[in-house]
């Protein structure tokens, strides 16, 4: 019976040819975003190197560098997500092994992602 089946219908249900370019375009996104923030997490460790405690709490506590340390965290962490996804769905190929190392990714980016900038605010709304 399959033998009568065009190509078309046989690739049909296998997947959208359209799901990878998204995941494409964020991860390349996250890429250059991650540019600058580099460049200004390099300025701000080393500002932050010449700080003493209370200076450096009180560099993180400037609106802007707060925002700027959570952005950095938050987009390395989504990439760093995004990329380990694409090894895991391109180099794994048992379905339960695949479904385990992703859910893994997820939650430790999630959870590392999450403790990381609630350190950030913490420090920077005063709870430090």
């Known amino acids: 019976m399959d033998d009568f089946r065009t190509p078309l219908s046989r690739a049909r249900g296998l997947g959208s040819a359209k799901h990878g370019v998204s995941h494409w375009i964020s991860e390349r996104v996250a890429a250059v975003a991650l540019v600058p923030l580099t460049i200004w997490g390099i300025y701000a460790a080393l ?46 190929h048992t379905t339960l092994s695949k479904t385990g190392l992703l859910l893994l990714n997820l939650f430790v980016c999630g959870l590392a992602g999450a403790l990381a900038v609630f350190s950030v605010l913490k420090v920077a709304l005063g709870g430090a």
């Open 47 to 92: 500002r932050l190197s010449a700080l003493d405690y209370f200076g450096a709490v009180a560099w993180v506590s400037d609106p802007l560098n707060a925002v700027l340390m959570v952005l950095t965290l938050a987009i390395t962490f989504w990439h760093m997500h995004a990329g380990m996804r694409v090894v895991v769905e391109d180099y794994i």
